[in-house]
């Protein structure tokens, strides 16, 4: 994935601006997990993306850079995915969705995490995952929940 202007305009398109990382911490997140993460596109333009990455259970801190990931990682964790409203209908949330969980599968994880934004546990629920009674760190929302899929 080389394009983060284009993953940072499509974070704009799907979240407004209420959820914006910065582009520091989704290079990082690349940098530390470059297998863990996909860019979809079509006759050149960017459709989507999906940023995972090894970790333990609970969620990390959003708007900051990892500075490592844990040693025993035994979960994925799904940091983010995004689709562009052009390719809406298109399924491509599920494709880049089974990228994730055959990576994660591939690395033995014992499961993988997610935080849902308040309006999108519904379709985080339809792919299996389930809420986990743990709280997040400040700044994913009100109504944001950790979920896992085993």
């Known amino acids: 994935m080389d394009d983060l202007d284009a993953v940072l305009r499509i ?3 799907a979240y407004g601006d209420d ?3 910065s582009a520091e911490v989704l290079a990082r997140k690349l940098r530390l997990a470059p297998d863990a993460c996909w860019f979809a596109e ?3 333009v960017g459709l989507g993306y999906v940023f995972a990455h090894p970790w333990t259970a609970g969620a990390p801190r959003l708007h900051a850079p990892l500075a490592s990931l844990p040693p025993a990682a035994d979960h994925g964790f799904l940091h983010d995915l995004a689709v562009s409203p052009r390719a809406r209908g298109e399924r491509l949330g599920g494709r880049l969705f089974a990228q994730v969980l055959d990576w994660s599968r591939a690395a033995e994880h014992r499961g993988l995490q997610l935080v849902a934004l308040a309006d ?3 379709f985080w629920r339809r792919l299996g995952f389930v809420p ?3 709280a997040l760190p400040e700044g994913y929302g009100v109504g944001a929940v950790l979920m896992r899929l085993v």
């Open 132 to 134: 986990c009674a743990q």
């Open 19 to 21: 959820y914006q990382e």
């Open 120 to 122: 999108a546990v519904g």
């Open 42 to 44: 079509r006759d050149g």
């Open 11 to 13: 974070q704009r398109e």
